[in-house]
């Protein structure tokens, strides 16, 4: 009787490994809970966006930024070209962009994103005995932080007032 017991048991343990490997190779890569991965969720990882911001402010050049991502966040921090002036000296200001694009179908996509940059302002300013004073100043950081949905290959003016205009044009990178 030990003799039987301790086959049918080994032939549990036999039959338990063997249905635990083949269930889990008939499960296909990237599936979860065994369902299988459409060819348009394929199609859609594999494809890129250009993500083109535009913003002009009143009397001065329209400025620009691109940024190549796929489905999912993006982040762009970089300084801006011209610095501010704070008593002769130049004090850099940063520009920050980011977000994600989330694909809907196959022409429109949602759109997230922060983009704005640092202001310095003058906090206090001293006079050192002669004819220099010197300043201390903070940067303060404004923008624009929007989610919206956008059709691939038309701009979209996502703000517009005194201050100046915003536009997004979102194009698939087949």
Same mark, same amino acid.
């Given at each position: 009787?030990?003799?039987?017991s301790? +086959?049918?048991?080994?032939?549990?343990?036999?039959?338990?490994?063997?249905?635990?490997?083949s269930?889990?190779?008939?499960?296909?890569?990237?599936?979860?809970?065994?369902?299988?991965?459409?060819?348009?969720?394929?199609?859609?990882d594999?494809?890129?966006?250009? =993500? $083109?911001?535009?913003?002009?402010?009143p009397?001065?050049?329209?400025?620009?930024l691109?940024?190549?991502?796929?489905?999912?966040q993006?982040?762009?921090?970089? =300084?801006?070209?011209?610095?501010?002036? =704070?008593?002769g000296n130049?004090?850099?200001?940063t520009?920050?962009?980011?977000?994600?694009?989330?694909?809907?179908?196959?022409?429109?996509?949602r759109? $997230?994103?922060?983009? &704005? $940059?640092?202001?310095?302002? =003058?906090?206090?300013?001293?006079n050192? &005995?002669?004819?220099?004073s010197?300043?201390?100043?903070q940067?303060?950081?404004? &923008? +624009?932080?929007s989610?919206?949905?956008?059709?691939?290959?038309?701009?979209?003016?996502?703000q517009?007032?005194?201050?100046?205009?915003?536009?997004?044009?979102?194009? $698939?990178?087949?």
């Open positions: 009787m030990k003799k039987y301790w +086959l049918l048991f080994a032939l549990l343990v036999a039959v338990s490994a063997y249905s635990q490997s269930s889990s190779l008939s499960v296909s890569p990237g599936s979860v809970s065994g369902s299988t991965t459409s060819s348009s969720n394929i199609e859609r594999t494809v890129n966006y250009l =993500i $083109r911001v535009e913003w002009k402010a009397k001065a050049e329209s400025k620009s691109e940024v190549l991502t796929t489905e999912g993006f982040n762009l921090s970089t =300084i801006e070209k011209n610095p501010v002036k =704070i008593n130049d004090v850099p200001t520009l920050k962009f980011t977000g994600s694009i989330e694909h809907l179908n196959a022409d429109k996509a759109v $997230r994103f922060f983009l &704005g $940059r640092t202001v310095p302002y =003058i906090t206090s300013t001293s050192n &005995g002669g004819s220099s010197m300043s201390s100043y940067q303060m950081s404004v &923008g +624009l932080d989610t919206f949905i956008i059709k691939f290959g038309k701009p979209v003016i996502v517009n007032d005194e201050n100046g205009q915003i536009s997004v044009l979102v194009t $698939r990178q087949e």
